[in-house]
């Protein structure tokens, strides 16, 4: 029987007070994405509000678009699936081998703090199945706890988009959460590479990746955990 894998993606798109568009960085979509499906996995998508994932823009420019981004824009099924996820209330942990997270700034809104999520993770580590999260979806992990209510992250090695990467995009006084503070926070023995070179960090069931290039990696370290 195929590994299920659940893919949860924000449903947020605006950018702090700034009116720029934000929403989830398609090569942290697509990268998993694809890495699951050539696996053969079942994969099922979700975000807090359903519906349709904001894409965010600067994700489609020229430089940013990847292999598997390009071979996004190219399947029809894949764009329908993004633009018809499933209400993350509507989720259950046992219903699947294994969640992840793909990034942009979105997370930092509407899934830091969002009840489902921190439940869907809990229980699914609770199950002895792995969570995987890249760039700024560690976010989701800082008020995760384990069953016997320690920080999720206490004491693990974890990655996420950097303070200094945040800095280097301008944007350290507009995001509401700094995903390297809230880690380093609540116990995470948070690392980094340099900015935007791969970094991913697998400690137990938690699988977290840095940046958009370290997507792949990511996944494969989660591909890797389900094998």
């Known amino acids: 029987m195929s590994k299920r894998m659940l893919m949860v993606m924000t449903s947020h798109e605006i950018m702090g ?75 259950r942990a046992d219903e699947f081998d294994a969640v992840f997270y793909p990034g942009g700034h ?12 921190i439940k869907l993770i809990e229980d699914t580590i609770a199950a002895n199945k792995p969570v995987g999260a890249v760039c700024h979806a560690p976010i989701v992990l800082k008020d995760v706890k384990t069953p016997d209510g320690k920080y999720l992250v206490d004491g693990k090695q974890v990655t996420g988009f950097s303070n200094s990467e945040e800095a280097a995009m301008e ?39 840095q940046n958009p290039p370290s997507s792949r990696p990511a996944a494969d370290a989660l591909i890797k955990l389900l094998s």
């Open 171 to 209: 944007l350290t006084d507009v995001v509401p959460y700094l995903v390297e503070d809230e880690l380093v926070k609540k116990g995470g023995k948070y690392e980094s590479a340099d900015d935007f070179a791969v970094k991913v960090c697998t400690d137990g069931l938690l699988v977290t990746g």
């Open 106 to 117: 979105g997370p930092l809104w509407d899934l830091s703090d969002n009840a489902h999520s």
């Open 17 to 91: 007070d700034t009116g720029e568009k934000t929403g989830m960085w398609l090569e942290e979509f697509a990268a998993p994405y694809y890495a699951f499906k050539d696996e053969g996995y079942t994969i099922t998508l979700a975000s807090p509000m359903g519906g349709q994932v904001p894409i965010d823009p600067n994700s489609l420019a020229d430089d940013a678009m990847t292999d598997d981004s390009i071979r996004y824009t190219k399947d029809e099924l894949a764009r329908s699936a993004i633009a018809s996820t499933i209400p993350l209330e509507d989720v």
